[in-house]
């Protein structure tokens, strides 16, 4: 017999047919069987959909995609409001998108090669289930942060060859953006589409450079030197 | 006062919605869901458009030959034509708003061939085309500041001597029950597959709420017997593995690994070789290993992080086992070309309607096509259609009152018969007796079980008393509503005695020139009546 824990509420196990260990499945099982309450999103099951992202032993997980084990513990998503159980405030997604300008803004008429489409394909691959959202440490200190879904989106659109408007877009990630990202690279262990978010970051670092602009917390800090200081900003992008 | 609202937030939606804002109307999208979670992200293969390039040899009169032969003569021409004729804009749109489409080795859009083409068609982005068309559709909506209303679950149409007032609707949230005037409603909210719970590779959000509500205020509904099943689904979750599996040169083989269909026969075909050949005791696999891990990570990266994830099995080196799995229906709100229902400023589209597109059976590729190509111009025919010398009265209809007593009363209901187990039940019934072998016998035994369940609901319910984010509520309605839909789709059945595309009867094999039409059901005085037209 097994014991999961789900928003502080212990579950048994053993009744669960076919010894499934998918989450999203025991979720389901739980809700029918043992607690019609208990209240969670879901959709497509297959890992597109984005809706059924929790944390199981602090880790931000698709449930539809993850496999428990006896012990395990189930969370919400961090950084915002939860509604009950399992299911968290999502509105300032919609807001963080808008902010960030992460659309097509002035279509260009450049040849597109494969290159170039492969060049956005990794990050266009986003589901939006908010796992970086949760993950991130910014939002304890600025919740206006506009964190790395929004700016792997902002960077999708920077690189397409289609854009020929890229200044609007780094001009949006300035404020509460590029800068106030830590580099902890914490997105990137939880994206379940294996989107390196940390490097789009520093890459929007870098076009914001080209553009003129410069890091805030650089030019607070009036030493005169930079050698062997690590405040997150790397214009080559290592 | 709201212009256009539409109910759904998928592909068809989300067109609708960019084509009617560009009008510079008021534009309100309602959805259950949040946008990206809709059942268009799930589309995987591509989208069928005809290109202009050097070497092709596809036409639009080929890509309309393939789409009649799906069709099996009950589709309609002139949407057909239509869908058709406009491919190649529609791509281009596409491209244009921002899709990334995958290209080949001259700079053009990439594509594919899928069953039942007779080229390479869809144009695609690897296998996550609908995701890349869903959120790119997202971002433009955003950008064109069309206002959301997530999380809001439609309960009934408002409607006055024959024209749409607007809706009622459940706040998930709150509970609360609230009425939204519209000069005009777009209902796109998918199709219905999630009745075969347990057999389906759709969303849990597709219970069909829009057409059993369209029901409800004499709507007509055609087709509902035709039930797409998709041939290869991962055996036990039923998890998708996309047509572009065989489209690449999959191949589909027995437990002694002998192929014994054409991989690129049209869907029912191929399902049914498949269901078959389970039924008689054997397995079915499908086996991509001839082609090579750079080839599968290349074109399908989704298809071998699925079979990994959900079977632990690699795709470039093992048998994938599979099987059949309701996908997509092709039935719905009757409508013409432009989207327009029997109600004056109500219109529908996408997999919620039955326009005629697909007829009897969808080729592969053309659900994307046609998302876009009538969400367009659904969503520029509302905006046209509105009479601006028109007086919109801003009232509370009585229908608001009604459904906050509905709700209410769900509360209060006994709840001795659990609905998560008749829903259960439900799902492997419509596969086993609803699926892809038919026969009066066993259909008029699902009707048997439609009408005790029916008669039960009243002493089903719900144990969650919450008002806040209350699932268990929200779960109870769309299976209500699916229960509802139920016996349009097993009437409509029994009363098709022939095979014809996706509905097979195995008392009646053969097609019947007398069944060339469409079956149409109205719902009088509680009473489902069907007619072929």
Same mark, same amino acid.
């Given at each position: 017999?097994?014991?999961?824990?789900?928003? /502080?509420?212990?579950?048994?196990?053993?009744?669960?047919?076919?010894?499934?260990?998918?989450?999203?499945?025991?979720?389901?099982?739980?809700?029918?069987?043992?607690?019609?309450?208990?209240?969670?999103?879901?959709?497509? *099951?297959?890992?597109?959909?984005?809706?059924?992202?929790?944390?199981?032993?602090?880790?931000?997980?698709?449930?539809?995609?993850?496999?428990?084990?006896?012990?395990?513990?189930?969370?919400?998503?961090?950084?915002?409001?939860?509604?009950?159980?399992?299911?968290?405030?999502?509105?300032?997604?919609?807001?963080?998108?808008?902010?960030?300008?992460?659309?097509?803004?002035?279509?260009?008429? /450049? +040849?597109?090669?494969?290159?170039?489409?492969?060049?956005?394909?990794?990050?266009?691959?986003?589901?939006?289930?908010?796992?970086?959202?949760?993950?991130? +440490?910014?939002? /304890?200190?600025?919740?206006?942060?506009?964190? +790395?879904?929004?700016?792997?989106?902002?960077? *999708?659109?920077?690189?397409?060859?289609?854009?020929?408007?890229?200044?609007?877009?780094?001009?949006?990630?300035?404020?509460?953006?590029?800068?106030?990202?830590?580099?902890?690279?914490?997105?990137?262990?939880?994206?379940?589409?294996?989107?390196?978010?940390?490097?789009?970051?520093?890459?929007? *670092?870098?076009?914001?450079?080209?553009?003129?602009?410069?890091?805030?917390?650089?030019?607070?800090?009036?030493?005169?030197?930079?050698?062997?200081?690590?405040?997150?900003?790397? +214009?080559?992008?290592? | 006062?709201?212009?256009?609202?539409?109910?759904?937030?998928?592909?068809?939606?989300? #067109?609708?919605?960019?084509?009617?804002?560009?009008?510079?109307?008021?534009?309100?999208?309602?959805?259950?869901?949040?946008?990206?979670?809709?059942?268009?992200?799930?589309?995987?293969?591509?989208?069928?458009?005809?290109?202009?390039?050097? $070497?092709?040899?596809?036409?639009?009169?080929?890509?309309?030959?393939?789409?009649?032969?799906?069709?099996?003569?009950?589709?309609?021409?002139?949407?057909?034509?239509?869908?058709?004729?406009?491919?190649?804009?529609?791509?281009?749109?596409?491209?244009?708003?921002?899709?990334?489409? #995958?290209?080949?080795?001259?700079? $053009?859009?990439? &594509?594919?061939?899928?069953?039942?083409?007779?080229?390479? @068609?869809? =144009?695609?982005?690897?296998?996550?085309?609908?995701?890349?068309?869903?959120?790119?559709?997202?971002?433009?909506?955003?950008?064109?500041?069309?206002?959301?209303?997530?999380?809001?679950?439609?309960?009934?149409?408002?409607?006055?001597?024959?024209?749409?007032?607007?809706?009622? =609707?459940?706040?998930?949230?709150?509970?609360?029950?609230?009425?939204?005037?519209?000069?005009?409603?777009?209902?796109?909210?998918?199709?219905?597959?999630?009745?075969?719970?347990?057999?389906?590779?759709?969303?849990?959000?597709?219970?069909?709420?829009?057409?059993?509500?369209?029901?409800?205020?004499?709507?007509?509904?055609?087709?509902?017997?035709?039930?797409?099943?998709?041939?290869?689904?991962?055996?036990?979750?039923?998890?998708?593995?996309?047509?572009?599996?065989?489209?690449?040169?999959?191949?589909?083989?027995?437990?002694?690994?002998?192929?014994?269909?054409?991989?690129?026969?049209?869907?029912?075909?191929?399902?049914?070789?498949?269901?078959?050949?389970?039924?008689?005791?054997?397995?079915?696999?499908?086996?991509? @290993?001839?082609?090579?891990?750079?080839?599968?990570?290349?074109?399908?990266?989704?298809?071998?992080?699925?079979?990994?994830?959900? =079977?632990?099995?690699?795709?470039?080196?093992?048998?994938?086992?599979?099987?059949?799995?309701?996908?997509?229906?092709?039935?719905?709100?009757?409508?013409?070309?432009?989207?327009?229902?029997?109600?004056?400023?109500?219109?529908?589209?996408?997999?919620?309607?039955?326009?005629?597109?697909?007829?009897?059976?969808?080729?592969?590729?053309?659900?994307?096509?046609?998302?876009?190509?009538?969400?367009?111009?659904?969503?520029?025919?509302?905006?046209?259609?509105?009479?601006?010398?028109?007086?919109?009265?801003?009232?509370?209809?009585?229908?608001?009152?009604?459904?906050?007593?509905?709700?209410?009363?769900?509360?209060?209901?006994?709840?001795?018969?659990?609905?998560?187990?008749?829903?259960?039940?439900?799902?492997?019934?419509?596969?086993?007796?609803?699926?892809?072998?038919?026969?009066?016998?066993?259909?008029?035994?699902?009707?048997?079980?439609?009408?005790?369940?029916?008669?039960? @609901?009243? &002493?089903?319910?719900? #144990?969650?008393?919450?008002?806040?984010?209350?699932?268990?509520?929200?779960?109870?309605?769309?299976? #209500?509503?699916?229960?509802?839909?139920?016996?349009?789709?097993?009437?409509?059945?029994?009363?098709?005695?022939?095979?014809?595309?996706?509905?097979?009867?195995?008392?009646?094999?053969?097609?019947?020139?007398?069944?060339?039409?469409?079956?149409?059901?109205?719902?009088?005085?509680?009473?489902?009546?069907?007619?072929?037209?």
């Amino acid at each position: 017999m097994a014991t999961i824990t789900i928003c /502080e509420k212990e579950y048994s196990l053993d009744s669960i047919e076919n010894k499934v260990d998918n989450l999203l499945q025991i979720l389901n099982h739980v809700k029918a069987t043992q607690n019609h309450s208990l209240a969670f999103r879901s959709g497509c *099951r297959s890992g597109v959909c984005g809706s059924c992202a929790v944390r199981v032993n602090g880790v931000e997980k698709l449930a539809c995609k993850s496999h428990i084990k006896d012990g395990d513990i189930v969370e919400p998503l961090k950084n915002t409001e939860v509604i009950k159980d399992l299911v968290v405030d999502l509105s300032a997604q919609e807001k963080f998108l808008r902010e960030s300008k992460a659309s097509l803004d002035t279509k260009g008429d /450049e +040849p597109i090669t494969i290159q170039d489409e492969k060049n956005i394909d990794l990050q266009s691959n986003c589901i939006l289930c908010n796992s970086c959202f949760s993950s991130c +440490p910014v939002y /304890e200190v600025n919740p206006n942060f506009k964190g +790395p879904f929004a700016l792997t989106r902002t960077y *999708r659109y920077v690189n397409d060859k289609k854009e020929s408007n890229i200044k609007d877009k780094i001009d949006a990630v300035q404020t509460d953006g590029v800068w106030d990202c830590t580099l902890c690279g914490n997105c990137n262990m939880v994206c379940p589409e294996h989107i390196d978010i940390k490097n789009d970051i520093m890459m929007l *670092r870098n076009k914001s450079a080209q553009l003129g602009y410069t890091d805030p917390n650089m030019a607070n800090f009036d030493s005169g030197f930079d050698a062997g200081m690590d405040f997150g900003f790397n +214009p080559n992008g290592f | 006062m709201i212009d256009v609202l539409i109910i759904g937030s998928g592909g068809a939606g989300l #067109s609708a919605a960019l084509e009617s804002k560009q009008c510079g109307k008021k534009v309100v999208v309602l959805s259950k869901t949040y946008p990206t979670q809709s059942q268009t992200c799930q589309a995987q293969g591509g989208i069928n458009g005809v290109l202009q390039k050097e $070497n092709s040899t596809d036409t639009k009169e080929l890509h309309r030959k393939d789409t009649l032969q799906s069709a099996h003569e009950i589709g309609d021409i002139d949407t057909i034509n239509y869908m058709c004729e406009n491919s190649t804009q529609t791509i281009q749109w596409l491209d244009d708003i921002g899709v990334p489409f #995958s290209r080949d080795e001259n700079n $053009n859009i990439a &594509q594919r061939r899928l069953g039942g083409a007779s080229n390479s @068609r869809a =144009c695609y982005s690897s296998d996550y085309t609908g995701l890349k068309v869903l959120h790119t559709f997202y971002d433009n909506c955003i950008k064109n500041n069309i206002e959301f209303i997530d999380e809001h679950m439609l309960l009934n149409f408002i409607v006055e001597d024959e024209v749409i007032k607007g809706i009622t =609707c459940l706040d998930i949230k709150t509970t609360e029950v609230k009425q939204i005037l519209a000069k005009s409603v777009i209902v796109a909210t998918g199709g219905y597959a999630g009745l075969y719970n347990g057999y389906t590779t759709n969303s849990t959000a597709s219970t069909g709420d829009s057409i059993t509500a369209a029901l409800r205020v004499g709507c007509a509904v055609s087709n509902m017997e035709y039930i797409q099943f998709h041939p290869t689904s991962l055996k036990g979750s039923c998890i998708l593995i996309s047509e572009s599996a065989r489209g690449e040169g999959g191949y589909l083989v027995t437990k002694d690994e002998e192929r014994f269909v054409d991989e690129l026969a049209a869907r029912d075909v191929v399902a049914r070789a498949i269901l078959e050949k389970i039924e008689s005791g054997d397995e079915v696999f499908l086996d991509l @290993r001839h082609l090579g891990i750079e080839k599968i990570k290349e074109t399908m990266p989704q298809e071998y992080d699925l079979a990994l994830e959900f =079977c632990h099995l690699k795709l470039d080196q093992d048998l994938i086992p599979i099987m059949p799995a309701a996908h997509y229906t092709m039935g719905g709100i009757k409508t013409n070309m432009y989207g327009e229902t029997n109600i004056k400023n109500l219109y529908a589209v996408g997999e919620c309607s039955s326009n005629g597109v697909h007829g009897a059976n969808r080729l592969g590729g053309n659900s994307l096509l046609e998302i876009v190509t009538f969400g367009k111009l659904v969503g520029k025919t509302a905006i046209e259609n509105i009479d601006e010398k028109a007086q919109f009265v801003v009232k509370e209809y009585e229908k608001l009152a009604e459904d906050k007593e509905y709700i209410n009363n769900l509360f209060e209901l006994p709840n001795t018969i659990d609905f998560y187990d008749i829903k259960k039940d439900m799902g492997k019934l419509f596969y086993n007796k609803v699926g892809l072998f038919r026969e009066e016998e066993k259909l008029k035994e699902v009707l048997e079980d439609i009408k005790i369940w029916e008669k039960q @609901r009243s &002493q089903m319910g719900i #144990s969650d008393k919450s008002k806040v984010y209350n699932t268990n509520l929200k779960e109870f309605i769309e299976f #209500s509503n699916k229960l509802e839909l139920s016996e349009a789709i097993v009437v409509s059945a029994i009363h098709r005695k022939e095979s014809r595309g996706a509905h097979y009867r195995i008392d009646f094999k053969e097609e019947n020139e007398k069944f060339a039409c469409e079956t149409l059901v109205v719902k009088k005085d509680e009473n489902i009546i069907v007619e072929l037209s």
